[in-house]
């Protein structure tokens, strides 16, 4: 087997060949030269800046991508990781009015729906019987076509049937629940812990394996003070900026 030049290079530095990627490219992003939002340049063109192998730039932006500098998206290229999005949580908390406060463009996606019974936990927080028919949506939100969070959201039925087809139209949970009648909602409790994204998270998120996310467990009520949803969000924690407000 032929040995070439780089794969030479790379075993002879070892750690400091991918590691002098990482830090030459941060040193890039903290200086300004690279901006939140800018476009990496190719592999193949990071390779020839720092005369080594493409195996050796993946591995030095993979580092990058762990600590949450720069996002990876598949058959678009490297970008900055933009700046943290200021995201207040209160009575009502809606995504896309937070969105259109900071100049982010917001778009919901129904990843999948499905009728399926509650279980404890979700009968509990949409004071239900236990085994009750219920949606359950998985939903990913976007800013400006970055992946924010993504939920678990179950609704009580019959209700709410219909309505995964309403947000998959509208990519608004506010505008489909229009659909079915509710002018309005609130927010009845709020819960927030942290912890690793797991593999299936991080992919849908766009993030390295390991990266911190924001759990945001709540509780929804109609105007009535009816319970009418139980979310599960997974923020990534370094693309949000919580505020709790009143």
Not at 11 to 31: H, N
Not at 49 to 65: D, Y
Not at 72 to 91: C, N
Not at 221 to 238: C, H, K, P, Y
Request: proline share 4%; with cysteine; net charge positive.
């Amino acid at each position: 087997m032929t040995i070439t030049r780089d794969q030479v290079l790379d075993r002879a530095l070892g750690l400091a060949a991918w590691r002098q990627v990482a830090d030459a490219v941060e040193a890039d992003i903290t200086s300004g030269r690279l901006k939140p939002g800018d476009r990496l340049a190719p592999e193949s063109q990071l390779a020839e800046r720092f005369g080594v192998n493409r195996h050796t730039v993946r591995r030095g932006l993979a580092m990058l991508a762990e600590r949450g500098l720069v996002r990876a998206t598949q058959g678009s290229g490297t970008f900055v990781e933009t700046a943290p999005v200021v995201y207040p949580i209160g009575l009502k908390t809606r995504f896309s009015e937070v969105m259109a406060k900071v100049g982010r463009e917001a778009r919901g996606e129904l990843v999948s729906a499905e009728h399926v019974p509650a279980d404890k936990g979700i009968a509990e927080a949409l004071g239900i019987e236990k085994g009750s028919p219920i949606l359950q949506m998985h939903t990913i939100y976007r800013a400006d076509g970055v992946p924010l969070s993504f939920a678990r959201t179950c609704f009580p039925l019959p209700r709410f049937l219909g309505l995964d087809q309403h947000f998959a139209a509208k990519g608004s949970l506010t505008k489909a629940y229009k659909k079915l009648g509710i002018e309005d909602y609130k927010r009845l409790s709020t819960r927030i812990t942290a912890r690793m994204a797991d593999p299936a998270e991080a992919a849908q998120l766009d993030i390295a394996p390991g990266r911190v996310v924001l759990i945001i467990s709540s509780i929804n009520v109609d105007l009535e003070g009816v319970r009418i949803q139980a979310t599960q969000s997974r923020f990534v924690a370094d693309r949000v900026e919580l505020t709790i407000e009143r």
